[in-house]
């Protein structure tokens, strides 16, 4: 039952009265408890809270009070501070974590209404394109490949917000986007994701990996359920000086728009060697679907894009260097008992930090280190300059550009990780958006030969997600995407 | 992309883990060596990158910070700060000995 609704579809059955609050949260409890083992994307599942938030929107619904997620089950990201309920960034440091006060975006989810089922399973504080990186297990795809039931990643870091919403465990979810982390575990798992622009969700209350980078965003199964959730977690927030000043446009009417009249920009950067053909086919595709809708498409260049993973590569674990040396085992998280305070700062990192964390921390420690700074830092931030520059002049001819999310669809758990570098290759066409700071939205547009998902990244201007959901929308209107996971809840269960 | 690797001798992995605060075993250093020297020798294609006259960009947001009014918004949580503590003694976090 839970996957024939969408957030605006359930939305209405709500204020119908067709289903209440009640029922429709214990249907995603029934669905989490069932599809869990197979596909563990939670951390943590609050059903008692869950319940309790539903009745109190039950009460509000009835009152005619509603705000505007009243009653509808989501799932939170294990990054988000939520009162009273551990949140560990998946990593062993923050095991015992519970957090005395609510970040900003799921207190705006919240003040709206929305029932939290629980806290979401990623890579260890962020790190990572596959979930494969959590300490407390890996996220499996629900999506297969049609002739096998090789346990696929979802993608991440977000890998169980975008796994719980495309299985049908939550109508959608939060999630955060450093390079790549809400848009490529989109693609994966076949559903929307969008990185909004920098400073239009508070990271108030977000476990920080690197500062300049990290903004938060939502999955839902439609562009228009984007649209809606994105709505209530953005908005200003004193409490993050990044946060903008701004309005919060509507986001739900501009999937109505059209893009009749939009100049699409084709970056030929992205047309990467060894790309699979489908991808180069599909991204042809979305071209058409778009100039058949009134588009005019436009070849630009962004001349820097070879040279965003390295920049990310250094700029991203230098912010975490400096970040993550608040785990000190003195204030919070796991401390391991040592003799003198030295001891205890390295053994306490040591044992609560996995490989990959402990590999950006060093990294990053180099790059700031004495005589190292200039050759690696400062020369990240000046190419990090030419990259937002190269999107600057695109902007000035172009409305939108539209690219492959990924260079492949989901690979198996195990494979990239002979190689940090290989595995970091994922986020090549996610991590220049990240670095220029422009919202970024990915739209499931076809299959592989696999059967797998495939999507397309739609990016924009700073603060103009509105085209983005014009975009998005004819995207998935002419796609007709329709195709479901293998591990799923059944249609009537 | 360059595959070339920059040499990290055991000596600076050692270093960076200590100013890291993170304590290494020693069958760590060697895979640490090969794998942080092959990240770094990765991301030196930047040299290819030519930089002269550009300003570094350290934040992308372009609006300039905000101040507030220096007044006391919050307080009084002394136990909602200490709630996480791994060690505590009345309202202070303890750690060991610093000083002998």
């Known amino acids: 039952m839970t996957l024939e609704f969408t957030l605006a579809s359930a939305r209405a059955a709500l204020r119908r009265r067709t289903i209440s609050a009640r029922e429709l949260t214990q249907a995603h409890l029934d669905a ?20 309790a938030q539903a009745d109190a929107a039950d009460a509000a619904l009835a009152r005619g009070k509603a705000g505007p997620l009243a009653g509808l089950p989501v799932a939170i990201k294990d990054v988000f501070c939520t009162k009273g309920v551990k949140t560990t960034a998946a990593s062993r440091i923050l095991e015992p974590f519970v957090p005395p006060y609510e970040s900003t975006v799921t207190a705006n989810m919240l003040r709206d209404g929305a029932v939290f089922l629980g806290k979401l399973n990623l890579d260890e504080f962020a790190m990572g394109s596959a979930t494969t990186n959590s300490a407390f297990g890996a996220t499996i795809n629900p999506w297969q490949r049609a ?14 917000s975008a796994a719980a919403v495309a299985s049908g465990m939550a109508l959608a979810a ?6 790549g982390s809400i848009r490529q575990p989109a693609s994966y798992c076949g559903i929307v994701g969008i990185k909004p622009t920098y400073g239009r969700c508070s990271r108030y209350g977000v476990v920080a990996f690197a500062s300049s980078l990290d903004q938060p965003g939502p999955f839902a199964r439609t562009v228009e359920d984007a649209a809606i959730l994105l709505g209530s977690m953005a908005g200003h927030d004193p409490k993050d ?12 009417a501009a999937t ?17 060697d060894g790309m699979p053909p489908e991808i180069e086919a599909l991204w042809r595709q979305g071209l058409d679907w778009l100039r058949a809708e009134g588009a005019e498409i436009v070849d630009v260049s962004l001349p820097h894009t070879k040279y965003g993973l390295a920049t990310y590569y250094i700029v991203a674990p230098a912010e975490a260097s400096s970040n993550l040396a608040r785990y000190d085992g003195v204030r919070y998280g796991l401390r391991v008992p040592a003799n003198d305070l030295k001891d205890l700062y390295e053994e306490t990192r040591a044992a609560g930090f996995g490989a990959e964390v402990r590999r950006r921390i060093l990294i990053g420690t180099y790059v700031l280190s004495a005589g190292y700074y200039d050759a690696f830092y400062l020369k990240a931030q000046k190419v990090r300059a030419l990259i937002l520059k190269d999107f600057t002049d695109a902007f000035g001819q172009v409305d939108a550009l539209l690219t492959p999310t990924t260079p492949s669809a989901a690979f198996a758990i195990g494979e990239n990780e002979d190689d940090p570098v290989k595995m970091y290759l994922n986020d090549i066409f996610t991590v220049p958006a990240s670095i220029a700071g422009i919202p970024g939205m990915s739209v499931p547009a076809g299959l592989d030969a696999q059967g797998l998902p495939l999507g397309l990244q739609v990016l924009g201007r700073h603060f103009d997600e509105e085209t983005i959901f014009a975009v998005g929308a004819a995207l998935e209107r002419a796609a007709g995407f329709t195709a479901r996971p293998r591990i799923r809840m059944g249609e009537g269960a | 992309m360059s595959s070339s690797s920059v040499p990290l001798d055991p000596d600076t992995v050692r270093r960076i883990a200590r100013l890291a605060r993170i304590r290494l075993a020693e069958k760590d250093v060697a895979q640490l060596q090969g794998e942080l020297g092959a990240i770094l020798g990765w991301i030196e294609q930047l040299n290819e990158v030519d ?13 300039a910070m905000t101040m507030r009014e220096d007044v006391v918004t919050d307080g009084n949580q002394t136990d909602a700060v200490l709630a996480n503590a791994p060690a505590r003694s009345g309202p202070f976090f303890t750690v060991p000995k610093v000083v002998e």
């Open chain 1, 32 to 51: 989490v408890a069932a599809l869990e083992p197979h596909i563990h994307a939670f951390i943590t599942v609050t059903p008692d809270m869950a319940l």
């Open chain 1, 147 to 160: 002739d096998s039931n090789t346990p696929l990643v979802p993608g991440g870091s977000s890998g169980g």
């Open chain 1, 241 to 252: 000086s990044t946060s903008a000043n701004r309005a919060v446009p509507d986001f739900a």
């Open chain 2, 51 to 63: 930089v002269s006259g550009v300003d570094p960009l350290a934040n992308i947001g372009a609006a």
């Open chain 1, 256 to 272: 109505q728009r059209g893009v009749k009249g939009l100049k699409i920009g084709v970056p030929r950067e992205y047309r990467v």
């Open chain 1, 174 to 179: 939060t999630g955060t986007d450093t390079g």
